[in-house]
């Protein structure tokens, strides 16, 4: 995870400078934005929450979660990242939200991606997302590609 900290440490800096808030919906990162995040000192000047959902499953037990949500979206989307970090943003009441889903490997998942296939975004005063294919079968490497891409995203969407 100490490959993560720049990323986070910059990420939170522009946070704390304009005094905002942030979420994070995190599937095929397991909590590793997250993580990075509060490894900043002074992360609860910023970091409302995060959830890991990992399945539909765990999206039904949100409140104000309905399947009607993501609608025809397919899961490892740009589209689909984009309305996760919008719902974080809006459930936490944060001023920025991050969504994030993929597969990790070492296969790709039920939906037909291939191991290495992520997308991710932000929403708040700006929105964009992104997709990256690693190429690589490496569950553990792509999950931290995958945060690293994220927070970055994140620091260019706040700066």
């Not at 490997?105 to 296939?117: D, F, L, S, T, V």
Request: glycine share 10%.
């Amino acid at each position: 995870m100490r490959e993560l900290l720049p990323h986070a440490e910059r990420v939170a800096a522009l946070l704390k400078a304009r005094s905002e808030t942030i979420a994070i919906a995190e599937s095929t990162t397991g909590g590793l934005i997250a993580a990075a995040l509060l490894a900043v000192p002074g992360a609860s000047a910023y970091f409302l929450g995060s959830d890991v959902l990992y399945t539909r499953k765990a999206w039904r037990t949100l409140r104000d979660y309905n399947d009607d949500l993501f609608g025809e979206t397919k899961s490892v989307t740009e589209p689909n990242a984009l309305i996760r970090a919008r719902f974080i943003r809006k459930s936490f009441g944060a001023d920025w939200g991050v969504g994030e889903t993929g597969a990790a490997g070492p296969a790709g998942n039920k939906y037909g991606n291939p191991a290495g296939a992520t997308c991710f975004a932000v929403a708040g005063r700006v929105e964009s997302a992104r997709s990256l294919m690693t190429g690589s079968s490496d569950r553990i490497a792509n999950m931290h590609a995958f945060a690293a891409a994220t927070l970055v995203l994140l620091a260019e969407c706040l700066a």
